[in-house]
Structure formats: C-alpha cells, structure tokens
T-cell receptor, first 115, second 109 residues
Framework: EAQVTQNPRYLITVTGKKLTVTCSQNMNHEYMSWYRQDPGLGLRQIYYSMNVEVTDKGDVPEGYKVSRKEKRNFPLILESPSPNQTSLYFC??????????????FGPGTRLTVL | RKEVEQDPGPFNVPEGATVAFNCTYSNSASQSFFWYRQDCRKEPKLLMSVYSSGNEDGRFTAQLNRASQYISLLIRDSKLSDSATYLCVVNTGGFKTIFGAGTRLFVKA
C-alpha cells in the first residue's frame, strides 16, 4: 500500500530533550516536506526537500533540522524543544514532474507536546 | 497581508445546498493551485487540482482567476459527508507551499 508513515504518532516530552520524528514514504517521491498545524494558523511549512541531499527552509524553520540521506526518509529533528513547538506535525511527499510538484500525500500526523 | 487567505467560516448549510468558497493569493508568480480537504485534525487529502481552464469533478467545481489572484471551490448538492475543513493550497514557485488557514463547512440534515 502506497503510504507516508510517521513515528511516533503522539509524544509528550520536556523542554530541551532532543527528539526525532521519523517520516518514510514508499512511493519513490522526489519531494518531501514537513508542516506544523496550529489552531487558526493552518499548516505552515517547516522544511522541504526536492531530492536526496537537497533541502531548504520553509516559512517556520527556526528550532528544527532535517536531513535527506535516502529518498524514502525525511526525519524532523528538534535539538532543544521548547513549549512553543507544541503542535500537530505532518510529513508529506509528492512526485515531481512537468516542472512542478503535484499532489502531496500526507502522513497521519504526530501530536507533540513539549512541557 | 497573508500570502493565502480564506474565509474561515464556519459555513452552515442544509443538505442539498450549493456553497462556494474563495481563496486569494498574493504572489502573482504562483504556479500550482489545489483544494485539500481535512477532517477533524486528520491528514489533509487532495480534493482537486485547480487549472486555468477550471475543472469539475462530480459535485465539485474549481476555478482559477489569475488576473484577480483568487481560486474558488463550488460544492453543489451538499451532503452530510462534505462537512470538513477545506484548505486552499498554493505553490508559490521555488517549491514552497503555502496553505490557507482553511474554511470550515458544516452540512446539516
């Protein structure tokens, strides 16, 4: 089954404790992206990747890191989480052709609480 | 001004009604446009892409007006199952994606 998986689905942690949220897709998509969703603000792009070893900042990259060592994986790293990073996080992937990317397929989301 | 703006609603409509959502975007260089649907904080799912010529999929019609920089979504013969949040999505070029904050729709029996 074609899908995007994220782990963990739920996480409660404390300020300053490094964490990684994994994202994996089995559709051989070039493009992957991370978003956070907060009430009243919609989804905001954190980082995106056009292909292996190619990443760029979205609109809200502060406090986050990413890497793209393999095409299928795109982990999100919070080196020192803070309470303002409490949010619902989505990973997405998309095929890229015709000079642009197309439909994005989303993972189920990770609900993160930082105390 | 936000790069992508939507009326947050909520829109409360009876079954069978026709409802329309608009979305405006500020970057005239935007290249791709989409409507996504999101249920109860679940993952967004593509409803339809929006093309310059407009497109229709069953009860749903999407239009793009580049001159005025807005896109629209029309839902005819609303069903209870259409209750959701509808997200306007714009690819601004350079692979960045901007989501609108979403419009909530409630369809009542």
């Amino acid at each position: 089954e074609a899908q995007v998986t994220q782990n963990p689905r739920y996480l409660i942690t404390v300020t300053g404790k490094k964490l990684t949220v994994t994202c994996s897709q089995n559709m051989n998509h070039e493009y992957m992206s991370w978003y956070r969703q907060d009430p009243g603000l919609g989804l905001r792009q954190i980082y995106y990747s056009m292909n292996v070893e190619v990443t760029d900042k979205g609109d809200v990259p502060e406090g986050y890191k990413v890497s793209r060592k393999e095409k299928r994986n795109f982990p999100l790293i919070l080196e020192s989480p803070s309470p303002n990073q409490t949010s619902l996080y989505f990973c997405a992937s998309s095929p890229f052709f015709g000079g642009t990317y197309n439909e994005q397929f989303f993972g189920p989301g990770t609900r993160l609480t930082v105390l | 001004r936000k790069e992508v703006e939507q009326d947050p609603g909520p829109f409360n409509v009876p079954e069978g009604a026709t409802v329309a959502f608009n979305c405006t975007y500020s970057n005239s260089a935007s290249q791709s446009f989409f409507w996504y649907r999101q249920d109860c904080r679940k993952e967004p799912k593509l409803l339809m892409s929006v093309y310059s010529s407009g497109n229709e999929d069953g009860r749903f019609t999407a239009q793009l007006n580049r001159a005025s920089q807005y896109i629209s979504l029309l839902i005819r013969d609303s069903k209870l199952s259409d209750s959701a949040t509808y997200l306007c999505v714009v690819n601004t070029g350079g692979f960045k994606t901007i989501f609108g904050a979403g419009t909530r729709l409630f369809v009542k029996a």
